[in-house]
Nanobody, 122 residues
């Protein structure tokens, strides 16, 4: 079993930055691909960024490319999402997820954290 715990969310003004962390525990965590998703009120959960087990592959939704960076530290079993130049439309609950293969489809991911709220004020 894999457990994921997100942290780092909060309230920030437009143009500001936040770094989300996802602490993972369980067997074979360092072998898993990791993703970040977000869900705004009244909307479906959407893909934000993904990274494979060693960081060689990363992928982003076009709306965050150039502003967000996903990274991982396998020694710490932690995945990060650095978010810069935040916009009000980035406001959502952000979820960390794990999968045996990387990708953008929410159904691909078997393990999920509880989410952390990110609110960007204008």
């Amino acid at each position: 079993q894999v457990q994921l715990v997100e942290s780092g969310g909060g309230l920030v003004q437009a143009g500001g930055s936040l770094r989300l962390s996802c602490a993972a525990s369980g067997r074979t965590v360092s072998s898993l691909a990791m993703g970040w998703f977000r869900q705004a009120p009244g909307k479906e959960r959407e893909f934000v960024a993904a990274i494979d087990w060693n960081g060689a592959y990363t992928e982003y939704v076009p709306s965050v490319k150039g502003r967000f960076t996903i990274s991982r530290d396998n020694a710490k079993n932690t995945v990060y999402l650095q978010m810069n130049s935040l916009k009000p439309e980035d406001t959502a609950v952000y979820y960390c997820a794990a999968s045996w293969t990387p990708g953008t489809n929410v159904r691909r991911y078997q393990y999920w954290g509880q989410g952390t709220q990110v609110t960007v004020s204008s």
